[in-house]
């Protein structure tokens, strides 16, 4: 049976090369920090709303320039170097631990409270692939809240789909694709508001499709519409009468409630309003309500 292999080696070899690369990330973490403390020293830290240590020895001093300077003389650049020396204030020597890389004290250096940072930093959370408690770039990156390298729960995955579709047209891309699976779209759009928004989207763009179109027959629909309400109007006053003249006869011989009488008042009454509004409309072309009619037609 063969060995196990991962990549191109055997796992032994593997574990030889994982141990050996982790002094080396131990030896360029010591190099890193010491850079920062050279930095450090050179330009410390100004006290945010106090005056710079330095500032009177030389009128012409300028953190940034003296800092491009230094990275200049060194050959790294400058952005490098204030990060080395931003994570060096961060952590004095003390406080640094062995065996936990640069990266990971520098992430955890957002962490504001000097107390709180120093504390967390002595607490490595589980790594669930290895069983063992250790510092990693993404258990630093979970504990200030940052983008991980590696997404495993979904929030994670969704905040990194999110990052990577920060461009509209490659947020639009991605829904498209993603819409096409049928799962995926039936879960959307259980999303009230993700449907309220497919459905919208759809209507602008029906509406702005038609635009042109309805432009063009305007006139004609306004005609056409002018006849059909004409034609609605004479209907409607000919079904009222038709109406009539097929229940009043039917009513001889009939006696009523008082009750009865006075719903049948009210509701002629509403019909003689709303004849007079009727005639108004056609007159003069005003077609609005008065409070009175309003109350009147809404007592039903």
Not at 191 to 207: E, G, P, W
Request: aromatic residues 6%; glycine residues 6%; charged residues 25%.
């Amino acid at each position: 049976m063969g060995a196990t292999m991962v990549g191109h080696v055997a796992l032994e070899r593997y574990q030889e090369l994982v141990e050996r690369t982790r002094q080396l990330v131990e030896t360029v973490g010591r190099a890193q920090f010491e850079i920062g403390d050279n930095a450090l020293e050179i330009a410390p830290m100004q006290e945010r709303g106090g005056s710079h240590p330095l500032a009177g020895i030389d009128d012409t001093y300028d953190i940034s320039e003296i800092l491009a300077t230094f990275a200049d003389d060194v050959g790294l650049a400058a952005a490098t170097i204030k990060e080395y020396r931003w994570t060096s204030s961060r952590w004095p020597a003390q406080y640094r631990q062995v065996g936990v890389s640069h990266k990971v004290h520098r992430i955890l250096a957002a962490i504001s409270d000097e107390q709180a940072r120093w504390r967390q930093i002595t607490r490595p959370p589980l790594d669930e692939r290895t069983g063992h408690c250790r510092w990693t770039p993404d258990a630093a990156s979970r504990i200030v809240g940052y983008q991980v390298e590696r997404p495993v729960s979904v929030k994670e995955k969704v905040r990194a789909i999110h990052d990577l579709a920060g461009d509209e047209e490659v947020a639009a891309t991605v829904a498209t694709d993603l819409l096409r699976r049928p799962a995926v779209a039936h879960q959307a759009m259980a999303d009230d508001t993700a449907k309220h928004m497919v459905n919208r989207a759809q209507y602008n763009q029906a509406h702005q499709a038609a635009e042109p179109a309805r432009r063009a027959v305007a006139p004609a629909l306004r005609r056409v519409e002018h006849t059909l309400g004409f034609i609605d109007l004479v209907g409607a006053c000919a079904a009222f009468v038709a109406a009539g003249g097929r229940i009043v006869p039917a009513l001889r011989g009939r006696s009523f409630t008082d009750t009865e009488r006075a719903s049948v008042h009210k509701n002629l009454a509403r019909v003689r309003s709303t004849a007079d509004w009727i005639e108004t409309a056609i007159d003069t072309g005003d077609t609005t309500l008065d409070e009175g009619l309003v109350a009147l037609l809404r007592d039903r």
